[in-house]
């Protein structure tokens, strides 16, 4: 396995045209991707849904995506034609998104909606794709896989529906998967199970993710690496298991503000932003380009 | 230069002071919104030239539009006559500019009574719900079971011909369609978490119905009914067009398209003239609504 | 003397639709709320411990049981000016709870003039300054403000009637956790200013355990488990379920 990272970024912006002139969604961010797992934090607005989106092509005009560098695999995959963006997109890189309501089609089993994203993507016969649907809908540890591929979205549960989607995602093996805060929407309890079972198959088969969410110490307790955005910039870059020694007053505040269960206090502290966090230079321990190694 | 910079600052600022820098900036805001819509504006100027035309109408036509002249009657068009003359030697010109007075006044109360209905109608079952809803739209879906031509046919038939009488038969017929579009949108309001909070401040039934519902459901109806114009200025054509609308000399544009009928092929430009002006009309209210629907649109008006 | 209690539900059921699709939320729920005291539901998505709420509020009809507000026994959905003036509600999304065409000049003003308040004006910069806006965001639109400005508005609206109990139905789970923090801060500065009685309603055990002094947890519509929050905090809940929420949330709060 050559140390070169799956997903490389340099320089990225994605500015939108307002009438008060560009909004700048994401300015300038640089990172790279291993077989790791990576987790974007910050809070709505800055800018960590727009990179993932940027990643998979999914700017719409008139936003525009510009950087001085995107590579996957050593392949530049800025701004690429649509056409081209298809073959990667699903079947190389992979999204799962908030909530699995809005992102499976209400009118089609969900049988047939493994079967038809895997063979687009991969040229097989009917019967060896739904023979795929059953094997991952196995891996996300559903008991009754025949019945859930006959069964229509509304009939399956959040937490049921958002395993049916990372299970569509994964079937065509991607290289690289990036989770827009895939939890959000689900009970604590499903929560953890819905994570570890994305956890194992992300581990298994040594994909990259990213996972983007504003929860900190979720992100803590899942990735190996984590990035902190601040008003579309990265603020800190930190090894996951050293959160609490977060040095950027900005994680130190978001980390801070949350209430806990077994530390009672009487006013929660709150953040005073600075001006200077957006424009400063980022935190990291180690040079941007230095790619911790791999999994733990 | 500066003046009309701040003025914009003033307008577009995220904090205004008052309720009527407020009120001028979420309007300005449409405005550049709509601006933005080329072929939007072209639609408002055609619409303004329109307006302009049936104001000042007497002062902008050249001849009479009632005026015959037998001796040239069906001249092509000429430095005398910029559109031709039609069967009677009546000045197509003339009749056009007044005609577009009729053509206003048909739009502009067909465009008042029959939204008003259909929002009433609508929002009021989609409210209330329960039997009050049932009979309302089954009476909707009676109206709506009728193809509207023959419908208005009917009134006009049974009301006798005439522009007034049209109108009425057309106000009558087109609200059914503003009645569902207006109950669909109150079912999806009547739910939303801001009813229930002003129904927890004690508002009452009527509050709640013309301060909440209307506003949200007026801006969808506005922009459906600058899109149906086009259709209410045929269907008055087509009246006309008939003998049932506008009856002679009056210059309908419809009832103009009828009188050419006969000459259609040796005389083109008797029905072709006013069958134009119907089409430059229709068509800005077409692009109108387009630009109404990008400022008005609930979803797209958020940013 | 005993005080009767702010709130006083007793066997509550409620239910939405007729047979045979008749769903049941609630099923025989009980709680009473002291005053001034917080009170927090608890319980995952579905659990109806929103339901609760607003069955209290009058906006579900179809509920069966006794309730009661300061003393007085509350019937069907129709609510009384007195009652709004005793109990007002806060929503969970602050995109949804403000209306899309109101200023909030206009969504306060109307508020108080509906409660029968004069003076207006003044009353608004007032309600502005207690919920730490500030006078320049009397005549915006929701659209101008973020997501913790709209609670905040939402959180004016409901104190402009000056009531005595609040329900609070996950006032901030739609916000960042920095804002998080600020909203609870100023709930829980609100509650010691104005002497309010609390029934809040999440799905986050932090935030009740931040918030709350005595907590019921909600499990399929019924009732699990009530507990103070002393209880919760030291892990000493009776009912599994109660503890299996415990130990979820708590999981990857521990961290690495």
């Not at chain 1, 870059?237 to 020694?245: D, F, I, M, V």
């Not at chain 2, 009574?113 to 209330?128: C, D, E, R, W």
């Not at chain 2, 079912?187 to 909440?212: C, E, K, M, Y």
Request: glycine share 8%.
């Amino acid at each position: 396995m050559t140390d070169a990272p799956l997903l490389s970024v340099r320089n990225l912006r994605v500015t939108f045209p307002t009438r008060q002139g560009l909004f700048q969604a994401v300015r300038g961010i640089n990172f790279d991707l291993g077989r790791e797992r990576l987790g974007v934090v910050g809070e709505s607005g800055s800018g960590k849904s727009m990179t993932g989106r940027s990643v998979l092509g999914l700017i719409r005009p008139p936003g525009r995506v510009e950087a001085d560098r995107m590579e996957f695999q050593g392949q530049s995959i800025l701004n690429l034609p649509e056409r081209r963006m298809r073959k990667i997109r699903g079947q190389r890189i992979s999204m799962v998104m908030q909530d699995p309501k809005f992102s499976l089609n209400p009118v089609m089993t969900v049988g047939r909606q493994i079967t038809e994203a895997y063979r687009l993507h991969r040229r097989v016969s009917r019967a060896d794709a739904h023979a795929k649907a059953l094997e991952m809908l196995r891996a996300v540890q559903i008991r009754d896989p025949e019945r859930v591929m006959d069964s229509y979205p509304h009939e399956v549960s959040g937490g049921m529906g958002q395993r049916i989607m990372i299970a569509m995602m994964l079937a065509p093996d991607p290289e690289i998967l990036i989770a827009d805060e895939p939890t959000s929407a689900l009970d604590v309890s499903v929560r953890n199970e819905v994570l570890s079972i994305m956890d194992n198959l992300v581990r298994d088969r040594g994909m990259g993710l990213i996972f983007i969410s504003h929860d900190l110490n979720m992100v803590a307790q899942f990735c190996d690496r984590v990035l902190i955005m601040y008003a579309g910039r990265i603020v800190e870059t930190l090894p996951a298991r050293e959160l609490h020694k977060a040095r950027h007053p900005y994680t130190q505040g978001l980390l801070a503000s949350l209430p806990r269960l077994d530390a009672p206090q009487d006013r929660l502290p709150v953040l005073t932003r600075q001006d200077s966090w957006r424009d400063g230079d980022p935190i990291a321990p180690h040079a941007d380009t230095d790619l911790p190694g791999g999994l733990r | 230069m500066t003046n009309t910079m701040t003025r914009r600052e003033w307008l577009l600022s995220d904090a205004p002071q008052t309720r009527r820098q407020a009120r001028l900036g979420a309007f300005y805001q449409g405005w550049l919104t709509f601006r933005a819509n080329k072929l939007a504006m072209l639609g408002l100027i055609i619409l303004i030239l329109l307006l302009g035309m049936a104001a000042f109408a007497p002062l902008l036509a050249p001849k009479s539009p009632f005026a015959q002249d037998l001796a040239s009657r069906l001249q092509p068009p000429s430095a005398e006559h910029w559109l031709g003359t039609d069967a009677l030697g009546r000045d197509i010109l003339s009749r056009l500019i007044h005609g577009s007075r009729i053509t206003l006044f048909i739009v502009g109360t067909v465009a008042l009574i029959a939204p008003v209905i259909g929002l009433f109608i609508g929002t009021v079952a989609g409210f209330a719900g329960g039997w009050v809803d049932q009979v309302l739209m089954r009476i909707t879906d009676i109206f709506l079971a009728f193809p509207k031509l023959i419908l208005a046919l009917a009134f006009v038939a049974a009301l006798g011909p005439s522009i007034g009488n049209a109108v009425l038969a057309l106000a009558l017929t087109a609200w059914p369609p503003y009645a569902r579009l207006a109950r669909a949108e109150t079912l999806t309001i009547r739910n939303a978490d801001f009813i229930a909070a002003a129904r927890l401040q004690g508002a009452g039934r009527a509050r709640l119905l013309f301060r909440h519902i209307w506003p949200l459901c007026v801006s969808s109806l506005i922009v459906r009914v600058a899109l149906d114009m086009a259709g209410i200025i045929l269907s008055a054509a087509g009246l006309g067009f008939l003998g049932l609308g506008a009856q002679p000399p009056m210059p309908e544009w419809g009832a103009m398209i009828s009188d050419g009928r006969t000459y259609i092929l040796d005389f083109w430009w008797v029905a072709a003239m006013p069958g134009l002006a119907i089409f430059t009309v229709s068509m800005a209210f077409n692009l109108l609504g387009d630009g109404l629907r990008d400022v008005l649109d609930p979803k797209g008006g958020a940013k | 003397m005993t005080k009767p209690p702010m709130l006083s539900i007793h066997d509550l059921n409620v239910w939405f639709g007729d047979p045979p699709d008749r769903v049941d939320a609630v099923k025989h729920a009980s709680i009473a709320v002291a005053e001034g005291a917080s009170f927090g539901l608890v319980g995952e998505s579905g659990s109806g411990k929103s339901t609760i709420l607003r069955a209290v509020a009058g906006l579900i009809d179809s509920w069966s049981g006794n309730l009661e507000v300061a003393g007085r026994t509350i019937h069907g959905a129709r609510r009384d000016r007195q009652f709004f003036k005793t109990v007002q509600m806060v929503f969970q999304d602050p995109y949804a709870s403000l209306h899309p065409r109101h200023s909030v000049d206009a969504v306060l003003s109307e508020t108080l003039r509906l409660q029968g308040i004069g003076d207006v004006d003044r009353r608004i910069n007032r309600l502005l300054d207690d919920v730490g806006l500030g006078r320049s965001f009397r005549f915006r639109y929701p659209h101008q403000l973020s997501g913790g400005q709209r609670q905040r508005v939402a959180i004016a609206r409901a104190l402009a009637a000056e009531p005595r109990l609040l329900l609070l139905d996950e006032p901030t789970s739609a916000l960042d956790v920095s804002v998080q923090a600020e909203i609870l801060n100023l709930l829980s500065d609100l509650r010691a200013e104005h002497g309010l009685t609390y029934l809040m309603v999440t799905h986050d055990l932090a935030v009740v355990g931040h918030m709350c002094d005595r907590i019921a947890v909600m499990q399929h519509g019924r009732l699990v488990e009530e507990l103070q929050v002393e209880d919760l905090r030291r892990g000493a809940a009776q009912a599994d379920y109660t503890r299996g929420l415990i130990a979820a949330s708590g999981s990857y709060r521990a961290g690495g």
